[in-house]
């Protein structure tokens, strides 16, 4: 019983550690930082790079990509790195993608989650992770909708661990696709009805 309590104790200090990294709104600090403004009041009002393209800058939408990406990333290594177990790291690395979209800072109104989840799958088998990537270019090329290739690449993602070789970040793959959809719901009814913004408009 004390093994399982420790378990448990350790895992939920990763899981509050991963989110405390994951809420970190990086969108929101580099627009204050760079002086473009409130992203709440901007295109979608959404946290993360898209949005932040929308502002016309940039740079600052590739940082918030970075960063958003690598916190995500950096919760899931960190566990790994310390504990030695996979469960730790897929802990964290799922409390860090929660951390992102519902950041208790913000009022539990956070981002999509786009490039923290392909952070994360980086981190957690880059192959898998690198294919994820590769589906989400092409569904944005084709499309030019940046939220059709986030929905290309996690529904691509859950099978690409079983054709890649990575079944023991399946559970953790199925969760993180089904919160990427349903993050999305809004811009799948835009996609139906065809008023989905296309990739660098600056208003939505």
Known sequence: ???????????????????????????????????????????????????????????????????????????????????????????????????????IWLGFKGGKGVATFLGLLIALHWPVGLGACVAWLVGAALSRISSMGALVAAAASTFLMVFLGYPDGLFLGVILTLLIFVRHRENIRRIKAGTEPKIGKKTA
């Open 1 to 103: 019983m004390p093994l399982i309590e420790s378990t448990i104790a350790a895992l939920a200090l990763w899981a509050v550690i991963g989110y405390a990294l994951g809420s970190i709104p990086f969108g929101m600090v580099l627009a204050r930082i760079m002086g473009l403004g409130n992203l709440r009041e901007i295109g979608s009002g959404n946290i993360g790079a898209t949005n932040v393209l929308r502002t016309g800058n940039k740079t600052a939408a590739a940082l918030t990509l970075l960063l958003d990406a690598g916190k995500g990333a950096a919760a899931l290594l960190l566990a790994r790195l310390v504990t030695g177990h996979e469960d730790a790291a897929q802990v964290a690395g799922l409390a860090a993608m929660l951390g992102h979209c519902f950041p």
